[in-house]
């Protein structure tokens, strides 16, 4: 038997080809930020209604007892494994509380929404943040 008929035959080998040679592509990620009222969750509201065939993963932040933004955002109560929403539309809501401080927590829900075993895959990330979010970022000491 030749190698090209144990490649033919060997399925594994032909799947390892297929994906080992697929181009990995760099997420596009946009954050909206503002002040509060300034109108951050209607537009993103906008985006996830007008999304065509994209699937789209929000992460929104609130810092509130309450997340009011999450309960605007979310049409379906389906929970993933990772604590987020699964919306009717094909897109993924995930509530976060994003500290400017440290953003490894943040990093890492991010990255545990995306990496789920739910088999969706992402096209595109909108990450909303508090309104307060960005008092802080203004009050910044500026480094010269």
Known sequence: MSQADVDRINLVLHYEKIYMAAPTRQLPVTILTGFLGS???TLLKHILKNRLNLRVCCCVSDVAALNVDEQLITDSKTRTSTG????????????????????????DIVW???????????D???????GTHILT??????TP
């Open 39 to 41: 109108g951050k969750t």
């Open 112 to 122: 545990q929404v995306l990496s789920q075993d739910e088999g969706l895959v992402m």
């Open 84 to 107: 987020g929403f699964l919306m009717e539309n094909g897109c993924m809501c995930c509530p976060v509380r994003l500290d400017l401080d440290d953003t490894s927590e943040f990093k």
């Open 124 to 130: 595109y990330l909108v990450v909303e943040t508090s």
């Open 137 to 142: 970022l203004l009050t910044l000491p500026s």
